[in-house]
């Protein structure tokens, strides 16, 4: 294999792994969301009202740029990640909650883009049907 074709497959690859799978949130229940985002109300809010907190409101945050929440103080990291294209959906929350600062180092890096820091939110989702039911409950504040 030529050494361009090797590199292109290498690309090809890397791009694969940040694309979302199949929207996961779709079978999500927003009931219990509401009960899971009680975990996020440490930092958060959503809703009508919502305000900036420890973490931005998230009211909207679907179809949002990263980072850009006005008035709120984000990471380098985060406002790097918007900067560099990175917009919410449903399926990149999903990845995203799994662990916060790798998703946002590793779409940087996806980008070209090196960053040493790390993002303020700390809390981490590892159960799939947590992170699909607190989307399906986000997916209502649109």
Known sequence: MSVSRGIMIAGILAAAALMPAPVQAQSGDAVKGE??????MTCHRVGDGAKNMVGPMLTGVIGRKSGTIEGFAY????????????????ALIFDYLVDPNAFLKKFLESKGVKEASNTKMVLKLPSESERRDVIAYLAKFK
């Open 35 to 40: 009960q899971v985002f009680k975990k996020c």
């Open 75 to 90: 990471s380098t990291l985060n406002k790097k990640a918007g900067e560099n294209g990175l917009v919410w959906t449903e």
